[in-house]
């Protein structure tokens, strides 16, 4: 299989990244997989190879938007953040909680409870 390292347009996907992005609600999250899922494949990519490929696209995407998107609202499979850094993952963290996210024991978020539906109100 192929490796990608970046969707053949990255300015294209990036902002349909940052348009869901935006309109996750505050106090949920979603993942980077479902954000993926939420966008047809790149002309010319199989789906199968776009699955494998879609969620790590949406997390260079989160970690390179713009101040109006919430970032802080995208999390992976497991609720939980994924570090970059010490200080950007505490910040992260911290967002969330003022949204009033909460975090179990184990630093993972409830994704019935606070994982987003996809659907607009």
């Known amino acids: 299989m192929p490796s990608f390292s970046s969707p053949p347009n990255p300015q294209a996907f990036n902002q349909q990244v940052w348009d869901i992005?935006?309109?996750?609600?505050?106090?949920?999250?979603?993942?980077?997989?479902?954000?993926?899922?939420?966008?047809?494949?790149?002309?010319?990519?199989d789906g199968e190879t776009y699955l494998e490929f879609g969620a790590l696209w949406v997390s260079g995407a989160v970690a390179s938007s713009p101040d109006d998107v919430p970032w802080q609202r995208v999390v992976n499979s497991k609720g939980e953040i994924s570090e970059r850094n010490g200080l950007e993952a505490?910040?992260?963290?911290?967002?969330?909680?003022?949204?009033?996210?909460?975090?179990?024991?184990?630093?993972?978020?409830?994704m019935k409870k606070f994982g987003w539906n996809g659907k607009i109100k």
């Not at 967002?95 to 993972?108: P, Q, S, T």
């Open 21 to 45: 992005a935006r309109k996750i609600p505050r106090g949920k999250v979603a993942t980077y997989g479902q954000i993926a899922k939420m966008i047809p494949p790149p002309a010319g990519l």
């Open 90 to 110: 505490k910040r992260h963290k911290l967002l969330l909680k003022e949204e009033g996210v909460v975090f179990g024991v184990r630093g993972r978020i409830d």
